[in-house]
C-alpha cells in the first residue's frame, strides 16, 4: 500500500519539528523518572534533601516533567502525521514557534521550581503569569494543524481525536485559571470542584491526542485503513468525548458540592474504555497474520499498553463506583492508576510513536533487541510498583474507615516495606525508561548526523511493507 | 452534546453552594490561600483526599481533638521530620490558620462520615 504523500515544496525548509519535539519530549521523561525516583526516596527516608530539594520542589519538577513529556510527544507524532499530507514555510514556523514559546517556558517554569516559586495548583504548579506561554504556542499548534488538515476529506477517527484533543486542552487549560477570579477563589469548595473538572478533562484532552496516535500507529502498521474509519471506531470516539467531558466527578465524590455532579459522573464513568479495548483487540486479530512483529518495535510497545488498559480499565470502573471510591480515594490506590495510566498506556503509546520514528529516520533496526529487553523491564518494574501502590492504598484505606485511628505517622511507618518495593521498582523504571530514551536517541542522533535517511518515517514504511 | 457540555460547565462555574451558606473565605483567609498554594502545600497534603499524599488531610485539621489553632502554629514553624519547617512570619501563620479555620467550616472529608447505598452511591451520614 502506497502512503507516500510527503508533499514538500521543494524550495521549502525542511521540517524538523516534530523530531525537535519527539527529542526533547524523550529527555523531558529521563526528567520525570530521575525527579520521581528522588521524590519516591522521601517515603523511606524523610529527611533526605529535605532543606535543598524538598519534596514541594520534587513533586512539581516531576509532575511538570510527565505532562510535558506526553504533550510535546504528542504534538511530535501530530506534526509527524502533517508529513502525510502538506507542510509550506508557514506550517513549519508555526510548528517551530510553538517549539521555542514552550522551550522558553521549560526553562523559566523549571527555574522557578528550582527557586522555590510556585503557583500550588495541581498538575500546573507554576506562578500563573507563565500559563500565557503554554496558551501561545498551544494556539499556533492549533492554527498550524487547521491549516493542514482542514481542506482534507473523509478525517479518519484519529482526524477527529487529535483536534478534540487540541481543542480541548485550551479550554480545560483556561478553565484552570478561573481561580484567579475572586469570585471561584472565595468559594473553597467551587474552586476544587472546578479543578478537578479541568484537571479530569486536560487527562481526556491529552488521552485523544494519545489515542489518536495509537490508531494513527496501527493504521500505519497494519496498512488497514478501514478500522480508524469504521462506525465502532467512531462511537468509540463519541464515548470518549462524553467521558471527558462529564466523567471528571469521579475525583471529587467526597467534596460537598452539588449532588448531581456525582450522579453524573458515576453514570457516565463505566463506559469509557469498553469500546477502546475492543477496537485494540479487533486490530490485533487482523493485524496477527498480517503483520511482522520482529520488523515492529512499535508493535510491541503499543502491545504492551493493550495489558495496562485491561488492568486500569478494571482498577477504574472499580474506582468510580462512590461506594468504593470512599475507601480508594485519597490513597495511593488512585497513585496507582495515575502511574498505570501514564506510564503504562501514555507513555508506552508514546515510546512506541518515538520508536516507529526512530525506524523511519534510517530503518535501524540492530537496536530493536535492546529496546525490548528495555521493555520487558519496564514492564516487570512496572507491575511490581503498581502491586506495592495498591497495597499500601488498600490499606490506607483501611485505616481512614477504621473507628480508632492511630497517627498518620504510625500508619506512614508501618507501610515502610511496601515503599522500599516502590522504591526499587522506581529505580528499575528509572532505569528501563532511560535506557529506551537512550536507544532511541543515540540511534536518532546517529542516523541524522550521518545522513542516512532513505525516508520520512512513515511513508518510507509503507514502501518497505 | 456540546450544548450540554456548557450548559453543564456555566452551571458549575455559577453555582454558589458555599454563598449561599455564607462561607466564603474573607480577606485574611484569602490572604491564607495564597501563601498555602505559595508553598506548594498541596504537593504533601490533601482536603477532601485532593493533593498530595506524604502528609496527612488537613480538610479538618482544626476542629480535630488535640489540634487548632496552636498545632497548626507549631507545624509551620518547626515541621517535622518529613516536612520542612517553614519561615513565616506570626501574621502568615495567623492567616494560614484562618484559612484552615474556613477549610473546616466547609464540610467534614473523613470517609467515615458517608455510607454506601444499594445503588452503589454513597450519603453523608448527617443528612
Redesign the interface.
Known amino acids: 500500500m502506497a502512503i507516500s504523500s510527503v508533499k514538500m515544496n521543494s524550495k521549502s525548509t525542511p521540517f524538523f519539528a516534530d523530531r525537535l519535539f519527539l527529542a526533547t519530549a524523550l529527555l523531558m521523561l529521563v526528567g520525570a523518572v530521575v525527579y520521581g525516583s528522588l521524590a519516591s526516596v522521601?517515603?523511606i527516608a524523610?529527611?533526605f534533601l529535605?532543606?535543598n530539594l524538598?519534596?514541594?520542589?520534587l513533586?512539581?519538577l516531576h509532575v511538570t516533567s510527565v505532562v510535558f513529556w506526553i504533550l510535546m510527544a504528542a504534538s511530535g507524532g501530530v506534526y509527524r502525521s502533517f508529513r502525510d499530507v502538506k507542510i509550506n514555510n508557514l506550517i513549519h514556523s508555526l510548528a517551530l514557534a510553538h517549539y521555542v514559546i514552550w522551550f522558553v517556558a521549560m526553562v523559566i517554569i523549571f527555574t522557578s521550581y528550582y527557586r522555590g516559586?510556585?503557583?500550588?495548583?495541581?498538575y500546573w504548579?507554576f506562578p500563573p503569569q507563565y500559563a500565557g506561554f503554554i496558551a501561545a504556542g498551544w494556539f499556533f499548534f492549533l492554527i498550524s494543524y487547521l491549516l493542514v488538515y482542514a481542506s482534507k476529506p473523509q478525517w479518519s477517527v484519529y482526524h477527529w481525536m487529535w483536534l478534540t484533543g487540541i481543542v480541548c486542552f485550551l479550554i480545560t487549560f483556561f478553565?484552570n485559571y478561573?481561580w484567579i477570579f475572586?469570585f471561584?477563589?472565595?468559594?473553597?469548595?467551587?474552586d476544587?470542584?472546578?479543578?478537578?473538572?479541568s484537571n479530569g478533562s486536560l487527562v481526556g484532552s491529552w488521552n485523544q491526542l494519545v489515542y489518536g496516535l495509537a490508531f494513527y500507529l496501527m493504521e500505519k502498521i497494519s496498512g488497514d485503513r478501514r478500522t480508524a474509519r469504521s462506525g465502532i471506531s467512531f462511537a468509540m470516539y463519541?464515548l470518549g468525548?462524553?467521558n471527558l467531558?462529564?466523567n471528571w466527578g469521579h475525583?471529587?465524590?467526597?467534596?460537598?458540592?452539588?449532588s448531581y455532579?456525582?450522579?453524573?459522573s458515576?453514570a457516565v464513568s463505566m463506559t469509557e474504555w469498553i469500546i477502546f479495548l475492543r477496537i485494540i483487540f479487533l486490530w490485533k486479530r487482523t493485524n496477527a497474520s498480517a503483520d511482522k512483529p520482529a520488523k515492529r518495535i512499535s508493535f510491541d510497545f503499543l502491545n504492551s499498553s493493550d495489558h495496562w488498559v485491561l488492568i486500569n480499565l478494571f482498577l477504574a470502573l472499580l474506582m468510580s463506583?462512590?461506594?468504593?471510591?470512599?475507601?480508594t480515594?485519597?490513597?495511593?490506590v488512585t497513585?496507582a492508576h495515575a502511574m498505570g495510566t501514564t506510564i503504562g498506556i501514555n507513555t508506552l503509546i508514546l515510546l512506541g510513536v518515538s520508536a516507529e520514528f526512530l525506524k523511519g529516520t534510517c530503518n535501524e533496526t540492530s537496536s530493536y533487541p535492546v529496546l525490548r529487553r528495555w521493555l520487558t523491564i519496564l514492564n516487570i518494574c512496572l507491575g511490581t510498583m503498581l502491586l506495592s501502590l495498591l497495597v499500601v492504598g488498600v490499606l490506607k484505606g483501611i485505616w481512614?474507615?477504621n473507628?480508632v485511628q492511630g497517627s498518620?505517622?504510625q500508619m506512614m511507618l508501618g507501610f515502610r516495606p511496601y515503599f522500599i518495593v516502590m522504591f526499587c521498582a522506581g529505580i528499575g523504571l528509572l532505569v528501563a525508561v532511560t535506557g529506551t530514551c537512550v536507544v532511541i536517541l543515540r540511534t536518532f542522533i546517529l542516523c541524522y548526523t550521518r545522513k542516512k535517511i532513505p525516508g520520512y518515517g512513515f511513508g518510507s514504511l509503507m514502501k518497505e511493507g | 452534546?456540546v450544548c450540554?457540555?456548557v450548559v453543564?460547565?456555566f452551571h458549575?462555574?455559577t453555582?454558589?453552594?458555599?454563598?449561599k451558606k455564607n462561607?466564603?473565605?474573607g480577606d485574611v483567609a484569602?490572604e491564607g490561600?495564597m501563601i498555602?498554594?505559595?508553598?506548594?502545600?498541596?504537593?504533601?497534603h490533601?482536603?477532601?483526599?485532593?493533593?498530595?499524599?506524604?502528609?496527612?488531610?488537613l480538610t479538618n485539621v482544626y476542629s480535630t481533638k488535640d489540634k487548632g489553632t496552636g498545632y497548626i502554629g507549631i507545624m509551620i514553624k518547626n515541621g517535622?521530620?518529613?516536612m520542612?519547617a517553614f519561615k513565616m512570619t506570626e501574621a502568615e501563620i495567623e492567616k494560614v490558620t484562618e484559612f484552615l479555620r474556613?477549610?473546616d467550616e466547609?464540610?467534614k472529608?473523613?470517609?467515615?462520615n458517608?455510607k454506601?447505598?444499594v445503588s452503589?452511591?454513597?450519603k453523608?451520614k448527617d443528612e
Not at chain 1, 475525583?251 to 452539588?258: A, E, K, N, S
Not at chain 2, 498554594?37 to 504537593?43: A, K, P, V
Open positions: 522521601y517515603y524523610p529527611d529535605k532543606n524538598g519534596f514541594p520542589q513533586r512539581p516559586v510556585f503557583g500550588g495548583r495541581e504548579e478553565e478561573l475572586p471561584i477563589n472565595r468559594d473553597a469548595v467551587k476544587l470542584t472546578i479543578q478537578w473538572k463519541f468525548l462524553f467531558m462529564f475525583h471529587i465524590y467526597t467534596l460537598p458540592t452539588d455532579v456525582r450522579i453524573i458515576y463506583i462512590p461506594a468504593i471510591n470512599i475507601y480515594h485519597g490513597t495511593h497513585v481512614q474507615m473507628p498518620f505517622q | 452534546m450540554s457540555f453543564y460547565s458549575i462555574y453555582g454558589n453552594n458555599l454563598l462561607l466564603l473565605l484569602l490561600k498555602w498554594q505559595q508553598n506548594n502545600c498541596q504537593s504533601c490533601q482536603f477532601y483526599g485532593l493533593g498530595g499524599y506524604l502528609g496527612p488531610d517535622t521530620k518529613t520542612p474556613c477549610m466547609t464540610g472529608a473523613d470517609p467515615r458517608f454506601a447505598t452503589g452511591d454513597i453523608c
